[in-house]
């Protein structure tokens, strides 16, 4: 009787060790689901999905525990009675071995699935911050490019005004006058033979190209501006292929178109849009 005291003493002592070590377990775990939720929102429902799996497997083992400790009631109940019992009991000792085993490999599965989905969570976490970065990037790039934009729109219609004003004033001038007795007559007696350069003759200098022709105002806006070495006053030469015009003189200056004047003989009846431009030397 005093070895079956010992041996149910010793049993019950392993009992509770598991049992606590079973404890210890779970709030080790639960500790570390909590860190989980806490570092990432984003796997909050698969963390509770696993927290109530942990707690199912908990609540399992306890049922299971219960089972063995009312297993080991009857068996003592036995012992007590019969000696002969002895080896069942060491089979459900080793049952409840087995079972213990298998509930921490269990567990240690379960603490790798959780490692796991941290690190894909950190990773996932890291490149959201890179794409973040990115696309503060690529906002201050558009805001700069919406600025100068907004910069070279505002310089576009400036010049547009000044344009209008200037084919207003023209027109206003033009109404009413008559062209000087003889003028007619004038122009065909004196016929100046054309100085004709070739672009070649202008190799070197961007090339530019009419974009309007105002026959009323007399004058002509085309695409080489400031940021081409156009300056107010320059005087430019137009050609249609090899074919040399005439010229003009510049009067306005934007950073990438101007207008000019016509220089006689050239009017505007001769200019076409697309006619090539270059800086005359």
Do not use: C, W
């Not at 005291?5 to 689901?33: D, H, N, P, R, W």
Request: net charge negative; hydrophobic share 35%.
């Amino acid at each position: 009787m005093n070895n079956s005291g010992k041996v149910l003493t010793v049993f019950l002592i392993i009992i509770f060790v598991l049992m606590f070590s079973l404890a210890a377990i779970s709030i080790f775990l639960y500790q570390k689901e909590m860190e989980l939720r806490k570092t990432a929102e984003v796997s909050l429902e698969q963390v509770k999905m696993s927290e109530a799996k942990l707690q199912a497997d908990f609540k399992e083992s306890q049922k299971q525990l219960h089972l063995l400790e009312a297993k080991n009631k009857e068996s003592n109940e036995k012992i007590d009675s019969l000696m002969d019992e002895l080896e069942l009991e060491k089979g459900l000792r080793e049952e409840v071995k087995e079972e213990n085993n298998t509930l921490k490999d269990a567990l240690n599965k379960e603490s790798q699935e959780k490692n796991q989905v941290k690190e894909q969570l950190t990773k996932q976490l890291k490149e959201s911050e890179q794409k973040v970065a990115d696309l503060e990037q690529k906002f201050q790039a558009e805001i700069q490019r919406s600025s100068e934009l907004e910069k070279k729109n505002q310089e576009s219609e400036k010049f547009s005004k000044e344009l209008q004003e200037k084919i207003q004033n023209s027109q206003a001038t033009g109404i009413g006058e008559s062209a000087p007795p003889g003028t007619a007559k004038n122009q065909q007696e004196v016929q100046l033979d054309k100085i004709v350069v070739t672009p070649e003759a202008n190799q070197g200098n961007m090339e530019g190209r009419v974009l309007t022709v105002d026959k009323d105002a007399e004058f002509i806006i085309f695409n080489l501006g400031q940021q081409d070495g156009v300056t107010e006053g320059d005087v430019m030469s137009i050609y249609r292929a090899d074919q040399y015009l005439g010229d003009v003189k510049v009067s306005r200056v934007q950073p990438e178109m101007a207008a000019a004047d016509f220089v006689p003989p050239l009017t505007s009846q001769t200019v076409q849009k697309d006619d090539r431009v270059f800086h005359k030397k």
